[in-house]
């Protein structure tokens, strides 16, 4: 079992910064996949980014890539997200998730995950 809490959500400008953590509590969090989604106001759920157990591949949507950068420290048990040149369309609240050891082809799928945090709110201003 592993519990998630995100945190560093918040209102920023557009073109502004932010950066998420994710703060596992389980002994095995360094052999889990760790990843991002964000789900927005009448929307689906949707994939934001991806990292091996290793740190050593990330994966990210078509939509944030050059902008979100994905990384890991399994020492302090954290994942982030580092997101840049944020955009009103970046509006959403943001999920970590946890799971087996993920190929890039089933990240994108919710139900291939196996924790998830509570979500942090983040509100990019126009």
């Known amino acids: 079992q592993v519990q998630l809490v995100e945190s560093g959500g918040g209102l920023v400008q557009a073109g502004g910064s932010l950066r998420l953590s994710c703060a596992a509590s389980g002994r095995t969090f360094s052999s889990y996949t760790m990843g991002w989604f964000r789900q927005a106001p009448g929307k689906e759920r949707e994939f934001v980014a991806a990292?091996?157990?290793?740190?050593?591949?990330?994966y990210y949507a078509d939509s944030v890539k050059g902008r979100f950068t994905i990384s890991r420290d399994n020492a302090k048990n954290t994942v982030y997200l580092q997101m840049n040149s944020l955009k009103p369309e970046d509006t959403a609240v943001y999920y970590c998730?946890?799971?087996?050891?993920?190929?890039?082809?089933?990240?994108?799928?919710?139900?291939?995950?196996?924790?998830w945090g509570q979500g942090t709110q983040v509100t990019v201003s126009s």
């Open positions: 998730a946890a799971g087996r050891p993920l190929q890039t082809m089933y990240c994108r799928d919710v139900s291939n995950w196996d924790y």
């Open positions: 990292i091996s157990w290793s740190g050593g591949s990330t």
